[in-house]
């Protein structure tokens, strides 16, 4: 990955919007995966995405749309958005969006002795090492990725 100095990406970031009214059919049993289940019989509640993933911290939680493929290996592709909570602590093993030296980029943390390396999921990518002469912020901890599929 290179690091550009002084360069900041174009990133959207958007928070949740609690007041759209955009309540959807919600099936709350579990669907099977196997044998088709009567699904209809089930619709009881209507659910808001924006309510369920923002559910720890609502005034912390942000969409950020995913540019690039560093991170396939973890399900995070590009075009995808993630959930990030700004609100929880960095962690080894967490996935974070951090902020390097100007470029946001979303990485696994990996915290070593006096080291912190954010660990790409894709082979094609090397690790990077945070290191004191790097200006360095964990924006968020990702909580969720909404994706399209097909």
């Not at 808001?48 to 690039?68: E, M, Q």
């Not at 995808?80 to 951090?98: N, Y």
């Not at 945070?130 to 994706?147: A, H, L, P, R, S």
Request: aromatic share 8%; with cysteine.
């Amino acid at each position: 990955m290179s690091i550009k100095k002084n360069h900041i990406p174009k990133v959207s970031v958007h928070p949740p919007d609690f007041e759209s009214g955009t309540s959807q059919p919600f099936v709350s049993h579990g669907v099977k995966a196997g044998f088709p289940s009567p699904a209809l019989d089930f619709m009881e509640y209507k659910i808001d995405l924006n309510k369920v993933v923002s559910d720890r911290n609502p005034l912390a939680t942000f969409y950020i749309k995913v540019d690039g493929n560093s991170m396939t290996g973890a399900g995070i592709d590009d075009g995808d958005i993630l959930v990030t909570d700004r609100s929880l602590e960095p962690a080894d093993g967490k996935i974070a969006v951090c902020l390097i030296d100007g470029e946001f980029t979303v990485k696994r943390l990996k915290i070593d002795t006096d080291c912190l390396y954010l660990m790409p999921e894709n082979p094609d990518y090397p690790p990077v090492k945070v290191t004191e002469d790097n200006q360095f912020v964990v924006w968020g901890i990702v909580t969720y990725i909404i994706k399209k599929v097909g």
